[in-house]
């Protein structure tokens, strides 16, 4: 019994402990609640998202970072299916392609930046692929947009979590005092997100 428990308050304190991270304490969607996608996404959802919603984020025309923000209001704690996996089918039926592979070949930065979002917030526990189509994003980004290496980095930022706190921060902050990058995102929503990130500085 004694061992029972304490497993318990182990396994409880490593779910606090995640729960408490780059992805899942950046309450950044908050910035937009005066934006209507925004606020479909604040809507109690039951199991399935919306087809304007998934449309709207797959549209590759409207802001990358509004979008961002509807992932971020969705939130990690989905119930049902994950965010994650109902946009990459509904991805793959607009793109006609059966293999994520080839799905993340034919995305442009901003919609491969949300997809790759989307996947992190599904699964924060292991997000070693995201990171990559973070990056991926990141090479694509001819626009230089500000959203799309934020968002890459507050993926990688949780790939630290759990290895080195050191890099949490400054991987970031590389991000924010990047003057070459196209400020596409709300003052707001950084602050935001800054609000969380800072609080690794000391490390």
Do not use: C
Request: charge should be neutral; proline fraction near 2%; avoid cysteine.
């Amino acid at each position: 019994m004694k061992r029972l428990l304490t497993a318990i308050a182990l396994l409880m304190a490593f779910t606090a402990a995640w729960a408490d991270s780059p992805l899942t304490s950046t309450h950044f969607a908050n910035a937009y609640s005066d934006h209507p996608m925004v606020q479909m996404a604040s809507e109690e959802m039951q199991y399935d998202i919306p087809t304007t919603l998934l449309s709207f984020l797959t549209n590759k025309n409207e802001p990358v970072d509004v979008r961002l923000a509807v992932i971020n209001k969705i939130g990690w704690n989905f119930d049902g299916t994950t965010v994650g996996a109902q946009l990459e089918q509904y991805l793959m039926g607009r793109y006609n392609v059966k293999t994520e592979k080839k799905l993340v070949k034919k995305l442009d930065a901003g919609t491969l930046a949300v997809y790759a979002y989307a996947k992190a917030m599904s699964n924060y526990f292991d997000v070693t692929a995201a990171s990559e189509m973070g990056h991926l994003a990141v090479k694509k980004n001819k626009k230089k947009s500000f959203s799309v290496a934020l968002i890459s980095a507050l993926i990688d930022a949780q790939v630290y979590l759990d290895s080195d706190w050191s890099k949490i921060h400054k991987i970031v902050a590389n991000v924010l005092h990047d003057g070459s990058l196209h400020l596409d995102m709300r003052q707001e929503a950084i602050d935001n997100i800054m609000e969380y990130i800072n609080l690794y500085n000391e490390y």
